[in-house]
């Protein structure tokens, strides 16, 4: 079992930045997806625990940042430039098995509680 707790969300304006954190019980593949009301969840950003290998959604590349502290088994997501359409309950996810596709929602078997982020115009 993998236990995870995000936070960092709130309500910012359009070009604001904010920095989401997920805390983990254990090292893993880990990753950030989001998802918007009467929408499909959608992947976001990922990190290789080993290595520290990083991957982007089009959408947010040259705008977000996924990293990781290692000591604390922890990761975060800082988001600059955040426009309205950003606008999602963010959630922390992980899975600790060999998968093919890091962004399908259905390949991860550990998620977190999410937490809201919106950005006004």
């Known amino acids: 079992q993998v236990q995870l707790v995000e936070s960092g969300g709130g309500l910012v304006q359009a070009g604001d930045s904010l920095k989401l954190s997920c805390a983990a019980s254990?090292?893993?593949?880990m990753a950030w997806f989001r998802q918007a009301p009467g929408k499909e969840r959608e992947f976001v950003a990922a990190?290789?625990?080993?290595?520290?290998?990083?991957f982007y959604a089009d959408s947010v590349k040259g705008r977000f940042t996924i990293s990781r502290d290692s000591a604390k088994n922890t990761i975060f997501l800082q988001m600059n430039s955040l426009r309205p359409e950003d606008t999602a309950v963010y959630y922390c996810?992980?899975?600790?098995?060999?998968?093919?596709?890091?962004?399908?929602?259905?390949?991860?078997?550990?998620w977190g509680q999410g937490t809201q982020v919106t950005v006004s115009s």
């Open positions: 990190i290789a625990w080993s290595g520290g290998k990083t």
């Open positions: 254990t090292r893993t593949f």
């Open positions: 996810a992980a899975d600790r098995s060999p998968f093919s596709d890091y962004v399908e929602p259905s390949e991860y078997g550990y």
